[in-house]
């Protein structure tokens, strides 16, 4: 017999809870300066995003005082794209892969866009990232555009 998900919270992440979206978010940034321990992670956050209406929301287990599902966005307005709700990151422990929170967690992005009159939902997302791809294709996404970037020293 199938073990079934158990239900989770989906909250907007308070500055003060930052830290425990740590460990979801270390799955994608592992190995980048700013995710050295939770609390380097929260200040940088706290301090340099949350500033520039940067936001999280993450699914939590009752059990569990840590999310096992979180995303970090913003609000941007574009001259191509008008306004926009962007997907900086949506990521689910690999342990509770399959088990629906990222669904609840994009559900909660789509609804909180349509609230402030976002036009579009947008993110980008690893080139080789092949199972976010189905998920994004399957909730309605499409390709639209590739991203360039240069590191600049």
């Not at 239900?7 to 500055?15: C, R």
């Not at 460990?23 to 706290?46: D, H, Q, T, Y």
């Not at 709700?85 to 342990?95: A, F, G, K, M, S």
Request: proline share 5%; glycine share 6%.
């Amino acid at each position: 017999m199938d073990k079934q998900p158990q239900v989770a919270q989906v909250i907007e992440v308070a500055p003060e809870d930052t830290a425990r979206t740590y460990a979801a978010f270390c799955v994608l940034r592992e190995g980048c300066a700013i995710m050295a321990n939770p609390e380097k992670f929260a200040s940088w956050v706290n301090e340099k995003q949350r500033p520039e209406g940067y936001r999280i929301v993450a699914a939590f287990l009752p059990e569990m005082p840590d999310a096992v599902a979180a995303a970090g966005f913003r609000v941007h307005c574009m001259l191509s794209r008008g306004l926009m709700l962007y997907v900086d990151d949506l990521v689910t422990l690999p342990e509770h892969r399959s088990s629906g929170y990222a669904d609840l967690i994009f559900a909660w992005l789509v609804k909180e866009a349509r609230r402030l009159g976002c036009e579009q939902l947008h993110l980008d997302s690893g080139h080789a990232r092949h199972d976010a791809h189905r998920f994004y294709l399957k909730h309605g996404m499409v390709i639209n555009a590739h991203h360039f970037s240069m590191p600049l020293d």
